[in-house]
Structure formats: structure tokens, C-alpha cells
């Protein structure tokens, strides 16, 4: 028989993917793509069509809802992973539930659109060249600042290290001892890819808008936060402190509880981060209403249509490489968990 305290975990569980529905049946309103969009023309969002539409996307979103809590109740039964893990896999299946549902709306809204006006920017069915834009970053500094904290990392590594006087492998069995070296793995890893997504996005993307200065300055400060994360780690050896269970989820609290703030902030004033009509339209270029392929844009990472959110132009080679390195780190993070 459950405890209460797993009924209460799973309770949790089930409020966390009815607040990612409601979330996403909330920005529905507030992005700017088609029949969604206050900049659509209203004779449209009052028609017949548009209000079916909206019901079918409405429809998917509680079926992305059902998907999640039941992946997460089968994992839970049938798997050895952590209620964390459980509930992020869960919530996984439903934003890709919801994203599919988002786009086959998308592309009936955009049918709809082309029936109504044969000048509606969605027409687009070919390439379209888009040229990075020119435009300097207000903060001058800013790559030497995201580029200064592997930097300062080191040196509290060095320092900590120091003063211990002990030899390179003691050091570390002593991480291991202490259960440091997950945190500063953490450290390291957000640090890592924060900068190389600070650098993607500033020299090869069209990041001198509003939504691409927001991102950049977020990478800056994940830089920070991983190394402030790895400089604390490895001073627990000097200073003797385990670092327990409590210790590692009040830490990974404190950062989901940072993003998510963040997140939301970026979802409540997504009316700065209006996307190009390239993103937010031109059904050609998505395909199967996802993924964004324009061999005639030089950009890397752009800006989502359903969102102040990234996607990768898979028309660039880098960018399935970078899709195929998530995915091979997403599995070594579900194979290192079965085998321990």
C-alpha cells in the first residue's frame, strides 16, 4: 500500500503537468502566431473555422496532459528511476505531445489564412535568405565577462586544492569521499554549455534582438551560477562538509527554481520578443510544423514561432550535431542512473 507520502509525491506530480498545460494554454493567447495572435485580423478569430481550431488545439493540450501523468505512472511502477526523473520525463511526453498538437493547429490556421488573403505573409513556400543581423550588443563587454568565469572556476579550484596539500588522485577521492563531485560535475556542465550557447547565439545566430539580448545575458549569469556551483564543491574538502542528499536537492531547488522564474518572466513579456515573419510563418520552412529547415539562412539557433523560445535550423550540419549530442548525453544520464 502507497504511504502518504508517495500519494503526496504523486499529487505533486499530477498538479506540475496541469500548471505546463494551463501554462501552455495561457501563452496560446499571448504569442504571436496566426489565429492565437492580437495582430491576426478579427474577422478571422471570429469565424467558425478558427473557433474549431482552437478547440482542437485546446483538445491536444489535455491529451499532452493525460500522456504525461500516464508516462509518469507507468515509469514509476515499472523503473528504477527517482521521482525527479520520473516527473521530467513525464513532463518531456507532454511539451512533445503539445508541440505536435501546436502544430498541426499551426498548419490548419495557416490553410485557413491562405483561403481568406492570397497576401498573407504565410505564403511563403521557399527558401527565404535571411542575413544575420548587424546590429552591435549594447554591453561591450559582454564575451569577456561569460569568458572571465571558467577562468575565476579554475582559480577557486587551484586555491581550494592548495590548501589541502594533498596529491591530485587524494583530492579527488576525497571529492568522491564527500559526494562533491556531482555538484561540481553540475558546475562544470552548466558552465560548459552556457558558453557555448552565449557563443552560439552572438556570432552565429540572429541574436541582436530583444529575445536574443535576453537569452545572452541569461547564459552570462548561468556561467556564473556554474561556477560559483564548482568553486563550492571543491572547497568541501578543505572544509570537511558532506554533502548529503538534502544538500544536492535543496542545490538543484534553488537553480530549477531560478530558471523557472525566469522562464515564466520570458513567457509574460513575450510581447518584446516578437519573432521574424520567418519564424512565425512560412509554413514551408517548418517541417511537419517543427522543425525549422531554411538552407538560406546562415543562423544556427532562431527564435521558435510558438514562443520567446529557441530551435535549431536543421538545415545547418551543426545543428544536428548539437541534436544528436543532447540526445547521446540524455541517454548516458538514463544508462549511468540503471547502472547504479
Known amino acids: 500500500m502507497s504511504s502518504p507520502w508517495h500519494l503526496g509525491m504523486d499529487l505533486a506530480a499530477v498538479v506540475i503537468y496541469g500548471a505546463v498545460a494551463g501554462l501552455n494554454a495561457f501563452t496560446s493567447r499571448m504569442n504571436v502566431f496566426y489565429f492565437f495572435s492580437r495582430t491576426v485580423p478579427e474577422e478571422f478569430r471570429s469565424t467558425e473555422n478558427a473557433r474549431k481550431i482552437e478547440r482542437s488545439y485546446r483538445q491536444g493540450l489535455l491529451y499532452a496532459f493525460a500522456i504525461g501523468v500516464g508516462f509518469y505512472l507507468l515509469l514509476k511502477m515499472d523503473s528504477p528511476f527517482s521521482w525527479l526523473l520520473c516527473l521530467c520525463m513525464g513532463i518531456m511526453a507532454q511539451t512533445l505531445t503539445a508541440s505536435i498538437a501546436f502544430a498541426r493547429s499551426h498548419g490548419q490556421a495557416g490553410e485557413a489564412l491562405r483561403s481568406i488573403s492570397q497576401n498573407s505573409e504565410s505564403m511563403a513556400t521557399h527558401p527565404v535568405s535571411i542575413p544575420l543581423l548587424e546590429q552591435r550588443l549594447e554591453t561591450k563587454y559582454s ?171 536543421f538545415a545547418r550540419t551543426v545543428s544536428w550535431v548539437f541534436a544528436l549530442a543532447l540526445l547521446a548525453d540524455l541517454g548516458f544520464v538514463l544508462s549511468q542512473h540503471l547502472w547504479r
Not at 180 to 207: C, H, N, P, T
Not at 236 to 257: D, E, K, Q, S, Y
Request: glycine letters at 10%; hydrophobic letters at 50%.
Open 143 to 313: 564575451t569577456l565577462w561569460i569568458l572571465l568565469a571558467p577562468f575565476v572556476g579554475l582559480l577557486g579550484v587551484y586555491l581550494a586544492f592548495a590548501s589541502t596539500h594533498m596529491g591530485w588522485r587524494e583530492y579527488l577521492q576525497a571529492m568522491s569521499r564527500l559526494r562533491a563531485d556531482g555538484m561540481l560535475g553540475l558546475g562544470v556542465g552548466m558552465e560548459f554549455g552556457a558558453i557555448v550557447l552565449f557563443l552560439q547565439l552572438k556570432y552565429f545566430s540572429r541574436s541582436r534582438s530583444e529575445m536574443g539580448r535576453f537569452t545572452l545575458k541569461g547564459a552570462a549569469w548561468m556561467a556564473w551560477l556554474g561556477t560559483l556551483a564548482a568553486i563550492l564543491s571543491v572547497f568541501t574538502v578543505p572544509l570537511h562538509l558532506m554533502v548529503t542528499a538534502r544538500i544536492r536537492f535543496g542545490a538543484l531547488g534553488v537553480l530549477l527554481a531560478l530558471l523557472a522564474i525566469r522562464m515564466l518572466y520570458a513567457y509574460f513579456r513575450s510581447s518584446r520578443f516578437r519573432p521574424p515573419a520567418a519564424e512565425r510563418s512560412s509554413d514551408a520552412l517548418w517541417r511537419w510544423g517543427m522543425f525549422y529547415y531554411n538552407p538560406a539562412d546562415p543562423s544556427v539557433f532562431i527564435q521558435h514561432r510558438c514562443g520567446p523560445g529557441y530551435t535549431l535550423n
